[in-house]
């Protein structure tokens, strides 16, 4: 606990550099594009657009919420998705991408999957606006419950740094790492009610639910759809939410200590 505590002081008083280093890293992705930064409106919006063409018009989802269509109760599933994806990906790799930074011994490594983290929430934070665009434009009002997406924004943020934080410290000396967390992003999503609703196991398979909710991320995709559509806030799921944060602080803790251990080793390795 003494480290964590010292680790929130260390990023608190070295918070304005920690900002400068995940500007630069957000501007780093498109070094070199032709149309730069416009890039980040562009990607969101194609992806939704796609999702909206194969799902709505293409398949005729019928609506998990009555009134609500399908792309509109599909955006706010998928966008933390997204977030927590790249974060974590990002996060696995990024001792490799600043390696010269790890060698220093005046540099504390602990910060670099927070700038990774700030960097991918820039990212998150279009998406955040073409979904609140796209809600406001099939003529939904605004809802108080729509500031809970910094809530659990945050939520996300925490697990997929405790996450991080151990993948990125093992990928130092097991390559392979950052596959295998590209593939089980890949096979977790359909782990969570992204694409579907969690009624579909209700007649069928309805043990399938409670394991569903075993999953945390369960816990951020209903979050963001209460916030954004059913007007629910998180104390409205007490169980989850303490479920929830239960297992992300261990997962955190557990993440941190990894990193910690092996911490000493990675500038002889990299």
Request: with cysteine.
């Amino acid at each position: 606990m003494k480290y964590v505590l010292s680790l929130i002081k260390e990023m608190i008083k070295k918070r304005k550099l920690i900002w400068d280093l995940s500007k630069a890293d957000f501007k780093k992705r498109f070094v070199g594009s032709y149309f730069g930064i416009v890039w980040m409106f562009i990607q969101p919006i194609v992806t939704v657009v796609i999702y909206f063409f194969i799902f709505q018009l293409g398949f005729k989802s019928v609506p998990p919420i009555p009134g609500v269509p399908y792309v509109l109760w599909l955006v706010p599933g998928i966008v933390p998705w997204f977030f927590f994806s790249e974060t974590l990906n990002s996060v696995t790799n990024c001792l490799q991408e600043y390696h010269y930074l790890v060698k220093k011994v005046v540099f504390q490594v602990e910060i670099l999957p927070v700038i990774k983290l700030i960097s991918c929430m820039i990212v998150h934070g279009f998406f955040i606006i073409i979904m609140i665009i796209m809600t406001l434009c099939y003529g939904r009002l605004p809802m108080a419950t729509w500031i809970q997406i910094l809530y659990y924004s945050f939520a996300a943020s925490v697990l997929a740094l405790g996450i991080g934080y151990f993948t990125c410290a093992v990928n130092v000396f097991f390559k392979d790492m950052a596959q295998i967390v590209s593939i089980c992003l890949q096979f977790g999503m359909w782990l969570v009610p992204i694409m579907y609703h969690e009624s579909l196991f209700t007649g069928n398979a309805p043990w399938v639910l409670p394991l569903l909710k075993l999953n945390p991320f369960y816990y951020i995709v209903a979050g963001y759809r209460d916030s954004m559509l059913t007007g629910n806030w998180f104390w409205e799921r007490p169980t989850l939410t303490l479920y929830y944060w239960a297992v992300t602080v261990v997962v955190f803790l557990v993440g941190l200590k990894v990193f910690k251990k092996l911490r000493p080793h990675f500038s002889d390795v990299l």
